[in-house]
């Protein structure tokens, strides 16, 4: 966009004006579907903050026993994503805080990985 059009379509406005539209979008509990989704409990689809478990240690070793875990329970590939959370309180990080790199584990799996990878459970 040239800066004509960019000045004739938006308007400069302060951080403070906008701060609670900002907040009510992050505090938003819907998903993008709607208030009607049908998997309300679980969709995720569009949100800004999501809920995930993350496991984080030894990622080679973690992956390959979380998706060996997943494939023998449920006959699916049982692939895991890599992901990176960061610790935040009120929207903010901190300071000091943990940056994680890990595999998301979908609520699904969870308890059968979990586990899987405790000393005191025979696999």
């Given at each position: 966009?040239?800066?004509?059009?960019?000045?004739?379509?938006?308007?400069?406005?302060?951080?403070?004006?906008?701060?609670?539209?900002?907040?009510?979008?992050?505090?938003?509990?819907?998903?993008?579907?709607?208030?009607?989704?049908?998997?309300?409990?679980?969709?995720?689809?569009?949100?800004?903050v999501i809920n995930m478990h993350i496991l984080t240690?030894?990622?080679?070793?973690?992956?390959?026993?979380a998706e060996g875990i997943i494939a023998r329970r449920?006959?699916?590939?049982?692939?895991?994503n890599v992901c990176r959370a960061v610790e935040k309180?009120?929207?903010?990080?901190?300071?000091?805080?943990?940056?994680?790199?890990?595999?998301?584990?979908?609520?699904?799996?969870?308890?059968?990985?979990?586990?899987?990878?405790?000393?005191?459970?025979?696999?």
């Amino acid at each position: 966009l040239a800066l004509v059009d960019v000045l004739q379509r938006y308007v400069r406005t302060d951080a403070e004006s906008v701060k609670e539209a900002w907040a009510a979008e992050y505090a938003n509990p819907d998903c993008s579907h709607g208030p009607k989704c049908k998997n309300k409990a679980t969709c995720q689809y569009g949100k800004r903050v999501i809920n995930m478990h993350i496991l984080t240690g030894s990622l080679l070793d973690s992956m390959r026993k979380a998706e060996g875990i997943i494939a023998r329970r449920y006959a699916s590939s049982g692939r895991c994503n890599v992901c990176r959370a960061v610790e935040k309180k009120d929207d903010e990080p901190v300071e000091g805080g943990r940056s994680v790199l890990g595999l998301e584990i979908k609520p699904t799996f969870i308890d059968e990985v979990l586990d899987g990878f405790d000393p005191d459970v025979e696999a």
